[in-house]
């Protein structure tokens, strides 16, 4: 038993996560090409064209998986945040940092491309609908998260000023989410549901599904790549990081 506790938490300080992330990095990068070349083919060359959108729906395979990544990043960033407020971890807190850059930008391509295909639907760019509101909301919780971090010069006292703000936007997600059933609103209900069969071609689902795993292998690898430039930032005067450039020769 005491074995498989000392495995388990194994890669939970800053040293030993540090190579491991290298490791996992290009795996990441190449899961994220590949599921995104196979979900662009089937969503843009395979799908057939939708009967009442036309060719317009097609942005869909970006902006429903790139909206679904920007709630459930920050569902983590703010798990990861919470777990470092508790326990008091280093690494935690370095996780929730190095994710709310990317669940920003998931949050921004949501917004753009949500426009995008508003402008042909709707006849506008924007409107004050209870959806888009609250993904603005979001895409603002993530900057104030970044804010917060970079405002305060103590590492620790960062963390946990941008844990707090983290946890109290979370209830920001579940109103994203069920704004559609909870209000009256312009944007339509999602085609895709764990409760119900999806309201769309099967060659359609199949692009979306690529795609979210696409986005999903691309937010691991730019959160890992961005692990490890916080760790080295926050560990510089650890011996650890001040022997990695002798490491580094004794592998060459």
């Given at each position: 038993m005491s074995g498989s506790v000392i495995h388990w938490f194994?890669?939970?300080?800053?040293?030993?996560?540090?190579?491991?992330?290298?490791r996992l990095i290009p795996i990441f990068w190449t899961l994220a090409a590949l599921l995104g070349a196979a979900g662009l083919w089937i969503g843009f060359f395979v799908a057939p064209t939708d009967a009442t959108q036309g060719?317009?729906?097609?942005?869909?395979f970006v902006h429903v998986p790139v909206s679904w990544m920007s709630m459930f990043i920050y569902l983590v960033m703010a798990t990861w945040a919470g777990i470092g407020l508790v326990f008091n971890t280093r690494l935690s807190s370095m996780m929730a940092q190095s994710l709310a850059p990317t669940g920003a930008l998931m949050a921004f391509l949501s917004l753009w491309t949500g426009a995008f295909w508003g402008k042909p639907m709707w006849g506008t760019w924007w409107v004050w609908d209870a959806r888009l509101t609250s993904?603005?909301?979001?895409?603002?919780?993530?900057?104030?998260?970044?804010?917060?971090q970079a405002s305060i010069d103590d590492p620790r006292r960062a963390?946990?000023?941008?844990?707090?703000?983290?946890?109290?936007g979370v209830v920001n997600v579940p109103i994203?989410?069920?704004?559609?059933?909870?209000?009256?609103?312009?944007?339509?209900?999602a085609s895709v549901s764990l409760t119900k069969a999806p309201s769309m071609a099967?060659?359609?689902l199949w692009g979306m599904l690529l795609m979210s795993l696409c986005y999903w292998m691309y937010s691991i690898a730019m959160a890992l790549t961005r692990l490890r430039a916080i760790?080295?930032?926050?560990?510089?005067?650890?011996?650890?990081?001040t022997r990695l450039?002798?490491?580094a020769e004794v592998r060459r």
């Open positions: 194994r890669f939970s300080s800053p040293a030993t996560f540090y190579p491991l992330a290298g060719e317009g729906y097609r942005i869909i993904e603005l909301i979001l895409l603002f919780l993530y900057l104030g998260f970044m804010a917060l963390d946990k000023a941008s844990a707090i703000l983290a946890l109290v994203i989410y069920f704004s559609v059933i909870w209000w009256n609103t312009l944007h339509q209900g099967q060659t359609m760790i080295l930032e926050r560990e510089a005067h650890a011996e650890w990081v450039p002798e490491l």
